[in-house]
Antibody, heavy 123, light 106 residues
Framework: QVQLVQSGAEVKKAGSSVKVSCKTS????????ISWVRQAPGQGLEWMGG????????HYARDFQGRVTITADETTSTVYMELSSLRSEDTAVYYC????????????????WGQGTLVTVSS | DIQMTQSPSSLSASLGDRVTITCRAS??????LNWYQHKPGRAPRLLIY???ILQSGVPSRFSGSGSGTDFTLTISSLRPEDFATYYC????????FGPGTRLEIK
């Protein structure tokens, strides 16, 4: 049973950065991609990017290029998402999710999800 | 980038109703289409992948169909736990979600 456990809620000032962690257990870590998806208040789901831990090279959505950094630590089976230059519109619940079924691809259905991390950006 | 649209944006229905939600892609995505259910305060749940394959553990009242640009999610007989927001997502080229369909109790 694959489980993804995320770090706790964060409150950040506009202009700063936030780093959210996602620790996985119960399955193969290095060959299954982990993606990050966010949901701002009253908005839909938005894919930010993902990484296959074995390769380490992330794949980012166009809207987040230059502001998001996704990394993986194989020693702790943890994936991190860091978002910089925070603005009020970045206030959202951030989810990590694992691509199910196919290994070695960041592009696939997201079958296991973390519990979500609320990031609040204040001015 | 591939854009996804959904209709309707919201829907009111009664217990036992048959409900259909439509999703359209801006270009052909073959059957690289997934459906999620999302309830407030919970993580999204994968219902259907590859347009029509039921994810393990998902009740058989959920079904999906379509290919190319047009897809549907059908719930054959609504139960209380089905009231939620439903999202389609293409996984043909990066990942893009549709705007969601909110399913409410009539």
């Amino acid at each position: 049973q694959v489980q993804l456990v995320q770090s706790g809620a964060e409150v950040k000032k506009a202009g700063s950065s936030v780093k959210v962690s996602c620790k996985t257990s119960g399955g193969t870590f290095r060959t299954y991609a982990i993606s990050w998806v966010r949901q701002a208040p009253g908005q839909g789901l938005e894919w930010m990017g993902g990484v296959i831990p074995m390769f380490g090279t992330p794949h980012y959505a166009r809207d987040f290029q230059g502001r998001v950094t996704i990394t993986a630590d194989e020693t702790t089976s943890t994936v991190y998402m860091e978002l910089s230059s925070l603005r009020s519109e970045d206030t959202a619940v951030y989810y990590c999710a694992r691509v199910g079924g196919a290994e070695m691809t960041t592009i696939g259905p997201l079958s296991q999800w973390g519990q979500g991390t609320l990031v609040t950006v204040s001015s | 980038d591939i854009q996804m649209t959904q209709s309707p944006s919201s829907l009111s229905a009664s217990l036992g109703d048959r409900v259909t939600i439509t999703c359209r892609a801006s270009q052909s995505i073959s059957t690289h289409l997934n459906w999620y259910q999302h309830k407030p305060g919970r993580a999204p749940r994968l219902l259907i992948y590859a347009a029509s394959i039921l994810q393990s553990g998902v009740p058989s009242r959920f079904s999906g169909s379509g290919s190319g640009t047009d897809f549907t999610l059908t719930i054959s007989s609504l139960r209380p736990e089905d009231f939620a927001t439903y999202y389609c997502q293409q996984s043909y080229n990066t990942l893009t979600f549709g705007p969601g369909t909110r399913l409410e109790i009539k």
